[in-house]
């Protein structure tokens, strides 16, 4: 009897020895430090560095597009298609000859059915053991932004307690940027605001985003406005841009853009089900772009019918129901918690302009309404109603009354889909002593205007942006000097 009691203990003792030592070692900073200065995680969005041989001298970064085929996919492979398809009305051949387009450009990223990486890729996140974080208190979080948000937050989970253990300080400071935001919102799903000290949510996708929800419902639109629109606001004085403008101008755009969305749904069914389905369909972190309101219609719409998707539909649907569906919540309950948290979106960029109604606000990529967790957003180039309403901008575009953080969320007009002119406002966050508001300092009130001289506060009595106006003659003059530029005559 006694001897099974020893048995016991020992068993005991090495059970706690070899499970609850590490555990605790990983949970637990080996020795506290009081420099003051909290280390910061950064998690970057979809395209940020994933790599080929990770970690071997043979490391390599993955490119986000390969562009390298591009101009001979398309005049060797999709042009004859498309020339044999108008011949013989074979919209298959069309469909085809436009997928070559999409495997060309990311064909490499490509998941299988289950929602796993095909090709050798990874993003693991590391630690410079030297990385001295009194000087340096920045830290890169790297993850696999193709696959599961949920897996992701798991491996965040795991490298703040690196982080921790390294730095020996209990909490760390997040800045989560774009599809990062999806990354962070997971992260509150799944271990609420354990070792965070702040959360900087900029640019955010966790709200999702309108272009991904319509497109997962196979809903494509060309707009000749806001084709203009978006591509005013990206002119480099370009040929193209000021040739599509003459078209604009002449009247002729909407005719040539409808006989392509008309092409188009000739072959779109073929071209969702074989391309765009395993291109990017089978990444499950796609899914987590398709707002909540969008995504019984795009799973319907995508797998209806299918078979061998049970793995990835299991990832998506958990994802949907832990965070997409629930981000008002996840926010609330984070902010109740105590946590230092502030959201900034931005607005007064033309969205892109492939879907039925894409007059939305925007930061050119992520609608403003999404971004910030609900704020009510007046159509491009209109106003609210008025109103009095303390969280209404100085140009009545928002009012930030129906945030899932009213008072936590802020605005930048002007900005595009790019944290990087918002970080004094995410350093201000950090340093703060408590969780600060839209009224706690003078200096970061809720709206902001980009300007040429940076990100500044939006003065009361702010005009609304105005349509840009041009017409057929200027467009013309345009279109004449990029044509003069382009063949070296002027500069
Ligand atoms: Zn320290």
Known sequence: MKSVKQLLCVCLAAVLLTVGLPLWAASVPSESCGCGVTPRIYVDGFGSEIYYNQGTPEQTNVPTVVTDDLARTILLRTLPQLTAAAATRDWDRAADGLGLIFDSLLGHLRCDKEGNSVGPITARPTLDPAQNHTENPNYTFRYDWRLDPLTAAEQLHDFIG????????????????SEGGIVA????????????????LMISAHGGLTMVGELFN??????????????AQTDDGGLLTALLDVLQQSGLMQPVLSLAVDIISHCKDRLFDNTLLPLLGQMPAIWAFVPPEYYDDARASMFGGKKGYDVLLEKIDRYHDLVGSRSTQLLRDAAASGLKIGVIACYGMAAIPAIPGADYQSDSLIDTARSSGGA????????????????????????????????????VRGNSHDAGPMMAWRDWLFAADEPVTIRS??????????????VVPMAPGTPPETLRTEDLCGALQNFCGAVLRSVGIAK
């Open 185 to 200: 919102l997971s992260y509150l799903a799944l271990y609420q605001t354990e070792s965070l000290e702040s959360l900087a």
């Open 162 to 177: 690196e982080v921790r253990a390294a730095t020996g300080h209990e909490n760390i400071n997040l800045t989560a940027v």
């Open 441 to 454: 300092d003078p200096r970061f009130p809720q709206y902001f205007l980009r300007t040429a001289d940076g």
């Open 376 to 411: 009510t957003v007046a159509r491009h180039y209109q106003t609210l109603p008025e109103s009095n309403s303390p969280y209404r901008s100085p140009d009545g575009i928002i009012d930030a009354a129906t945030c899932a953080l009213p008072d936590q969320t802020w605005f």
């Open 218 to 231: 196979r809903n494509l639109a060309l707009d000749a406005q806001r084709v203009t629109d978006y591509l």
